[in-house]
């Protein structure tokens, strides 16, 4: 089975720029996550989509960062204008059920200069 | 709110060695305890799954316990190797399927 696919790999902006990234979930995989993780740190969940409706976006900072799940399949997270302090890696992973393993993807590395 | 803690968070072991790693959760209501293993520069590699229902799981050298009445999982690594190098993290999955990530245990094991 395919895994979860991530573009692209690195990323390198200066701040008050805009950027997107982009997420292709393991196929039927109706639940979707996307997590920011900063180094020496557990990932820290952004939003969560159950096909393409938000079912937890609490910790996401709505005044700057986006996302959307086309269909129920693809999805994009945008960050506008970007902070020094959003220089992270930001994975997306993708899950069957509540009670199935988490599968994750390489992650996209952000660098905001 | 749920939290979790994971210690120590750095550990360094000859190889060979069996060793444990801790995950502590303050909310025990929740439907399983996952581990994963995240190799540098990649994503998270699911490892085991423990349901609430279950007392551990195994795969392979890998052993995970799980003791919701305390909030605590343990993974249990024996014979470990230098391929073992990474770093480990549990996530406990509560209801509406949120995971929520300790900050993980960074493993060197030395040949």
């Known amino acids: 089975e395919a895994g979860v696919a991530q573009s692209p790999r690195y990323k390198i902006i200066e701040k008050r720029q805009s950027v997107a990234f982009w997420c292709n979930p393991i196929?039927?995989?109706?639940?979707l996550y996307w997590y920011q993780q900063i180094l020496g740190q557990g990932p820290k969940l952004l939003i969560q989509?159950?096909?393409?409706?938000?079912?937890?976006d609490s910790q996401l900072p709505k005044d700057r960062f986006s996302a959307e799940r086309l269909k129920g399949v693809d999805s994009t997270l945008k960050i506008q204008p970007a902070k020094l302090e959003d220089s992270a890696v930001y994975l997306c992973?993708?899950?069957?059920?509540?009670?199935?393993?988490?599968?994750f993807g390489n992650g996209t590395r952000l660098t905001v200069t | 709110k749920q939290e979790v803690t994971q210690i120590p968070a750095a550990l360094s072991v000859p190889e060979g060695e069996n060793l444990v790693l801790n995950c502590s959760f303050t909310?025990?209501?929740?439907?399983?305890l996952q581990w994963f293993r995240q190799d540098p520069g990649k994503g998270l590699t699911s490892l085991l799954l423990?349901?609430?229902?279950?007392r551990e799981q195994t795969s392979g050298r890998l052993n995970a316990s799980l003791d919701k009445s305390s909030g605590r999982s343990t993974l249990y690594i024996a014979a470990s190797q230098p391929g073992d190098s990474a770093t480990y993290l549990c996530?406990?999955?509560?209801?509406?399927?949120?995971?929520?990530f300790g900050p993980g245990t960074r493993l060197s094991v030395l040949p």
């Open positions: 992973a993708s899950s069957l059920s509540y009670n199935s393993p988490l599968h």
């Open positions: 196929s039927g995989h109706a639940t």
């Open positions: 989509f159950q096909n393409n409706g938000v079912v937890d």
């Open positions: 909310d025990s209501a929740i439907y399983n």
């Open positions: 423990i349901q609430s229902s279950q």
């Open positions: 996530a406990a999955v509560g209801y509406g399927q949120n995971f929520v």
